[in-house]
Nanobody, 126 residues
């Protein structure tokens, strides 16, 4: 069974950094799409970053471009989201997701992703 488990969330002051991790179990193909999404209370879920593990193409939402970086440790089957210069507007529950089809570029729509983690809370104080 495919499982995704996020970790690394927490509470930080504005300007600080966090690194989120998403450990993937039960899925070992070389090329697929991984995405990071977030949802704040009262707002719809939005895509933050996505990454094709074969081509290594990356995408970032305009709101986080230049501050966030998505990467993968293939040996550990883990995807990371390094978040720098955090702002209060980044406060949300962050989810990782996996799409089995290796789109190039990866699909931006959340309904294209097949497996989801349960989320990790990120809180940024001013």
């Amino acid at each position: 069974q495919v499982q995704l488990v996020e970790s690394g969330g927490g509470s930080v002051q504005a300007g600080g950094s966090l690194r989120l991790s998403c450990k993937v179990s039960g899925y070992t193909y070389n090329s697929f799409c991984m995405g990071w999404f977030r949802q704040a209370p009262g707002k719809e879920r939005e895509g933050v970053a996505r990454f094709n593990t074969g081509s290594r193409t990356q995408y970032y939402a305009d709101s986080v471009k230049g501050r966030f970086t998505i990467s993968r440790d293939s040996a550990a089957n883990t995807v990371f989201l390094q978040m720098n210069s955090l702002e209060p507007e980044d406060t949300a529950i962050y989810y990782c997701a996996l799409a089995k089809y290796p789109w190039q570029p990866c699909n931006a729509a959340d309904n294209a992703y097949d497996y989801w983690g349960r989320g990790t809370q990120v809180t940024v104080t001013s």
